[in-house]
C-alpha cells in the first residue's frame, strides 16, 4: 500500500504563481487599447448613432422635439381629425405630391416623425401652427400640414422623413 503525500507549498511555488498572475495582468494591459482603439469615436457615435424614443408619454395631440444627428425630429401623435384632415387633401393638388400613407407607418398612422428642418432656407418651423394644423416656418411663411407636407410658401418639398422604426407598439429607433 502507497499513500502519497504533498510536499509542502515552497517559496518557489509561490514565485511561480505570482509570475504567472502578473504577466497575465500584463498582457490584458497591453491588449486592451488596442481593443479599444477598434471602438468607434464618442463624437462618430454622437454624430450619427440611433436613438430610442419612448412614445408612451406623448398625449394624442401632441407634439416632442428630439435631436438626432444634430437635426430637430419632431414626433407627432396625432389625433383622428388630423390624420383625416391629411387623408382628404387631393394628393395632385400638393407642391410635392405624396400621400399621408407615404409618410407615416402601416398601423402607426397617429404617429408622424418628420425633420424639423424647413426646406425653403433651414429654419426651424413651429409644430401646431399655421392654417393646416401642421407645421408653419415663421421666417418665410410656409406652411406644413399635419402629414409634413408643404401646402403654402416657398418652401419646395415636404418636410423630411428620417429613417425610423418601431422596435415595440410605444417605442421607436430613429437612425
Known amino acids: 500500500m502507497t499513500t502519497s503525500t504533498s510536499a509542502?507549498?515552497?517559496r518557489r511555488d509561490f514565485l511561480f504563481v505570482a509570475t504567472g498572475a502578473v504577466a497575465a495582468v500584463g498582457a490584458v494591459a497591453t491588449v486592451w487599447p488596442l481593443v479599444a482603439q477598434m471602438n468607434?469615436?464618442?463624437?462618430?457615435?454622437a454624430a450619427g448613432a440611433p436613438i430610442d424614443v419612448d412614445l408612451a408619454p406623448i398625449a394624442t395631440g401632441q407634439a416632442i422635439k428630439v435631436f438626432w444627428r444634430s437635426k430637430p425630429i419632431y414626433i407627432m401623435h396625432r389625433t383622428p381629425k388630423q390624420i383625416e384632415e391629411?387623408?382628404?387633401v387631393a394628393v395632385s393638388s400638393l407642391p410635392d405630391p405624396q400621400s399621408d400613407q407615404q409618410r407615416v407607418k402601416d398601423g402607426h398612422d397617429q404617429w408622424l416623425v418628420v425633420i424639423g428642418i424647413c426646406t425653403h432656407l433651414g429654419c426651424i418651423p413651429i409644430a401646431f401652427e399655421g392654417n393646416y394644423d401642421g407645421f408653419f416656418c415663421p421666417?418665410?411663411?410656409s406652411q406644413y400640414d399635419s402629414s409634413g407636407r408643404i401646402r403654402q410658401g416657398p418652401a419646395p418639398l415636404n418636410l423630411a422623413v428620417p429613417p425610423y422604426a418601431?422596435?415595440?407598439d410605444t417605442k421607436i429607433k430613429i437612425g
Open 139 to 141: 421666417c418665410h411663411g
Open 8 to 10: 509542502p507549498a515552497s
Open 40 to 45: 468607434p469615436d464618442a463624437s462618430t457615435i
Open 86 to 88: 391629411a387623408r382628404s
Open 166 to 168: 418601431f422596435i415595440a
